[in-house]
């Protein structure tokens, strides 16, 4: 079985970008799958797979998605939950390491664990264009700084854009979990994500000069295997997959225009 959901961005405006990842999946031994959501077989096969736990939790909270879930993530959930900051978290140090906690969503969401990040309210296609709009004010100028997991500075300049509360929060927990944007680069971590077991993962993203990114996974892959029976998803990820797909809500041509677009900012 072979995924299929990152081949059909070619014929988008974004074939370029697919094409990246393709090869760059190909020589780095990854598997290419973009989303769950997006594939045919792997799909089908992934929902056959859950039957045998999730149905009769389904057949229980079928009139109720948000109960359906949260039965899910109690009984087969065992990681932490962390604060989500519902903006956008962009590494924009020399070196930086995340931590991928859900990531069969585009942008995936992780967790930051060291370097320099921005909190960003608007999604940038370029570090160029980021630099741009902090200087011109069309977005927030707040700088994190990690070590070991820990936030350990915080330059908060401007905060027009983005909740308040949501940025005080992140003060308040010190840890927390976001939408990880890399400028130029978001289908390609997109990608590489869906190749890690979140929350037992480092992924390193490093920005050199003229906003040139090298992407590594330091630990956490895994088997192509895995990855395509749905073993690195979360529990909460595979209980939105299994009671959309039994509900026919699945509807995969809106589902890839709104991820193009997004991968199109």
Same mark, same amino acid.
């Given at each position: 079985m072979?995924?299929s959901?990152? =081949?059909k961005?070619l014929d988008?405006?974004?074939k370029?970008?697919?094409?990246?990842?393709?090869?760059?999946?190909?020589?780095?031994?990854?598997v290419?799958?973009l989303?769950f959501y997006? %594939?045919?077989e792997?799909?089908?096969?992934l929902?056959?797979?859950l039957?045998?736990?999730f149905y009769?939790?389904?057949? %229980?909270?079928?009139y109720?998605k948000?109960?359906?879930?949260k039965?899910?993530?109690?009984k087969?959930n065992?990681?932490k939950?962390?604060?989500?900051?519902?903006y =956008?978290?962009?590494p924009?140090g020399?070196n930086n390491?995340?931590m991928?906690?859900?990531?069969?969503n585009v942008?995936? $969401?992780a967790v930051p664990?060291?370097?320099?990040f921005?909190?960003t309210?608007?999604i940038?296609?370029s570090?160029d264009e980021?630099?741009h709009d902090?200087?011109s004010?069309?977005d927030?100028?707040?700088?994190?700084?990690? $070590?070991n997991?820990?936030?350990?500075?915080?330059?908060?300049?401007r905060?027009?854009?983005?909740?308040s509360r949501?940025?005080?929060?992140?003060?308040?927990?010190r840890v927390?979990?976001?939408?990880l944007?890399?400028?130029?680069y978001?289908l390609?971590?997109s990608?590489?994500?869906?190749?890690?077991?979140? =929350?037992?993962?480092i992924?390193?993203?490093?920005i050199?000069?003229?906003g040139?990114?090298?992407?590594?996974?330091e630990n956490?892959k895994?088997?192509q295997e895995d990855?395509?029976?749905?073993?690195?998803?979360?529990?909460e990820e595979?209980?939105k997959?299994?009671f959309?797909y039994k509900?026919?809500?699945?509807?995969k041509e %809106?589902i890839?225009k709104s991820?193009i677009?997004?991968l199109?900012?």
């Amino acid at each position: 079985m072979n995924p299929s959901s990152l =081949y059909k961005l070619l014929d988008s405006p974004i074939k370029k970008d697919a094409e990246d990842a393709i090869n760059y999946c190909k020589n780095n031994q990854l598997v290419p799958l973009l989303s769950f959501y997006l %594939e045919d077989e792997l799909l089908n096969n992934l929902v056959k797979s859950l039957d045998k736990d999730f149905y009769n939790l389904y057949i %229980e909270y079928k009139y109720n998605k948000t109960f359906f879930i949260k039965k899910i993530k109690e009984k087969f959930n065992a990681e932490k939950d962390y604060e989500d900051f519902p903006y =956008y978290l962009v590494p924009i140090g020399e070196n930086n390491k995340v931590m991928i906690v859900n990531n069969d969503n585009v942008p995936p $969401k992780a967790v930051p664990i060291e370097g320099k990040f921005r909190l960003t309210f608007l999604i940038h296609s370029s570090f160029d264009e980021l630099n741009h709009d902090i200087l011109s004010q069309s977005d927030d100028d707040i700088v994190l700084e990690f $070590k070991n997991g820990e936030l350990v500075n915080i330059e908060k300049k401007r905060n027009i854009f983005m909740d308040s509360r949501s940025v005080e929060k992140i003060e308040e927990s010190r840890v927390f979990k976001s939408n990880l944007i890399v400028p130029g680069y978001l289908l390609l971590v997109s990608v590489v994500s869906n190749n890690l077991f979140p =929350y037992h993962n480092i992924l390193t993203i490093n920005i050199g000069e003229n906003g040139k990114v090298s992407v590594s996974i330091e630990n956490g892959k895994a088997t192509q295997e895995d990855v395509i029976n749905g073993k690195t998803l979360t529990a909460e990820e595979k209980a939105k997959i299994y009671f959309e797909y039994k509900q026919k809500q699945i509807i995969k041509e %809106e589902i890839l225009k709104s991820i193009i677009w997004k991968l199109s900012q």
